[in-house]
């Protein structure tokens, strides 16, 4: 659509400028204001200037969070951007299946997140749990509180339970505005059902994808809640997010310098991949 | 898209995948919900796939404790004035990206992305001290403030992919009918992006709710959501599963309830629109 240049659309912008200046812009600065400075209490601040950077960055503690952080993004989108498209594509199309399918799939979306870690916490105990009864009636030795890999494959399910379905709906969103004659078209040439995915439902959903992947590496990147809620970060250290590590700095031990600037590289990190990911795949999208 | 016949389903075992998923999906919530009709006794005595005696006590004990039911109460009226404050402040700005080029446009855009990429616990601190400034802690629009951070950019990114699918002929015809712009966006507008004003309040609705962090950090005891109550009473009153899955349960019937009456516009609204 052509656009009209009109300085006077900042206007329009000002009430969301205001929110968010509210709500984002003033608490950065507060944290851009401790990430510099240090203090011994009574309100009392000394410029410590990059200190708090170099500590964060020289602590095994934040790389070993980080690792585990970015080892548990790429599992995830590794498992539910395939997983989501396969679902999609097996959606019924037409006639009740549709809405029941919608509705119930998009369930777990819309349970708070520590409800969400309440039910697998439940779920996966081998006492009460109907998947840890089972399992050790099988005589699996699974117990997620105190076995790491446990812990890592509970909170692997959980969030591919909680969050395939975001995924789900997106694809399936972007295959059913694919216009018909494609199909018609594919069909006349004799197209196999994989060139078919290949050359006209994957590229048409590229777009759906996109938002896909990054909203949802965004979110397992800054995933808190749940792991908190099921493992506390445990066992050991082994479950130990950088949110969860933030927080526990910040409201724990109440190391303000050193938790502010966490946050700023963190923040960054989130920033940088996204913004990767952003231009690979919509450069991607511009040569073919 | 009822006559045609769109794509054709992978195999004739296509059905079983969307069966096995939902399955998946409901199993944890059938096992809470059988939790939250058992007594305490039968939960860690007996494993049993359904109640053997239901009973209704566990609700009961939420119906009756103001300091349970109050949460929930909370809850929704900090989600809905945060749904409202997100999609009132979003439509005029959506529409100011959707319609017109002004200095720094881009920027402004990909900027107010960043914020939904920002990690909630980077801000919970220093959350907790501004509003303790303005003396909002523990008060409903203080949450539902905090939610803007990341729910006014998404309104604004929804609504944006809306409305650039409404052609510009439509606006400048009104204007040359001599309708005002605020007449124009209410009378006219409005009612044709309908059902992305729906999926923008649905999405809005929906990370507000979920979300915890911030709404924990923010409130003390007046304000205090129900999913923050839950992981108090947890850890004080040793383990009440039952109450606990009770109120677990409580939690998913809002968000089933939306789905629920916004079912039709997500189909449409996710393919016309953004997200």
Redesign the interface.
Known sequence: ??????????F??L??LV??A???V???M??VNYSVQDTFGNNEFFWAGTDWFLEILHSDRFWEALQRNLFFSFVILALQIPLGI??A??????GI???V???????????????VG???Q??GRV?????G?TLRALGVDYNYVRDPLDAWITIIVMDV?HW??LV???C???????P?AY?QAAKIDGAS?WS?FRYI?LPKMKR?LL?AVLLRF?DS??I??EPF?VTGGGPGNSTTF??ID??KM??GQFD?GP??AM??I??LI??LL?WIFYTVMTSSDANG | MAETTKFKPAGNLSWLVSTLYILFLLLPIYWLINMSFKENAEITGAFSLWPQNPTLRNYSVIFTDPSWYNGYINSIIYVVLNTIISVLAALPAAYAFSRYRFLGDKHLFFWLLTNRMAPPAVFALPFFQLYSAFGLIDTHIAVALAHCLFNVPLAVWILEGFMSGVPKEIDETAYIDGYSFPRFFVKIFMPLIASGIGVAAFFCFMFSWVELLLARTLTTTAAKPISAIMTRTVSAAGMDWGVLAAAGVLTIVPGALVIYFVRNYIAKGFALGRV
């Open positions: 659509m052509q656009k009209t240049w009109n300085n006077k659309a900042w329009l912008v009430p969301v929110l968010v509210f709500s984002a003033i608490p950065l507060t944290v396969f679902i594509l097996n959606m019924p199309k037409s299946g549709v809405p399918c919608l509705v119930l799939m998009a369930l777990p979306l819309l349970i708070p997140w520590n409800v309440t039910i697998w439940v779920f006492d009460i749990g109907l998947l009864y339970w395939t379905s789900v709906l997106l399936y969103a972007g295959l059913v505005s694919i018909d199909y059902r078919v439902q759906v938002i965004m990147f800054m808190y809640t809620v950088l949110s933030l927080v910040a409201v303000l938790a502010a946050s700023i963190y923040f989130i920033l996204s």
